[in-house]
């Protein structure tokens, strides 16, 4: 199996916008591929308490410092709304939280709508 190499920096959005088409589905196929292999746990060493306790302190940093965490609700919006917004694909609900913020930032546009 090859290695794919490659520096994402803090901030760049997800993994898939620091790969090409191409490295990515050569990531695929390997996985895939490790995948008919059992997992040899003797290639791991085992984590020291100490190296668990950072891990976990780093990890509860992380989540104070996110920035943009929205909640979840429960939305009503008529069918025919919905499958506009499911006929553009993938990634739709993220759409419609752009369009709710759009509209909520511009006053003049809820203006229009009471």
């Known amino acids: 199996m090859e290695q794919i190499k490659r520096i994402v920096r803090v901030g760049q959005i997800g993994l898939k916008s620091a790969l090409t088409k ?3 589905k ?8 490790a995948a008919k292999y059992p997992i040899n746990l003797k290639d791991f060493p085992e984590a020291s308490p100490e190296a668990l306790d950072e891990f ?10 996110k920035k943009n965490v929205k909640p979840v609700i429960a939305l009503r919006i008529a069918p025919e709304t919905l499958k506009k ?3 553009l694909g993938k990634g739709y609900t993220g759409i419609m939280a ?3 913020d759009y509209v909520a930032q511009n006053p003049e546009m809820l203006a229009k709508v009471q």
């Open 26 to 33: 050569r990531i695929r196929k390997n996985a895939r591929e």
């Open 98 to 100: 752009d369009v709710l």
């Open 22 to 24: 191409e490295e990515l």
């Open 56 to 65: 976990a302190a780093m990890a509860r940093e992380l989540r104070k410092n």
């Open 85 to 87: 917004y499911k006929s």
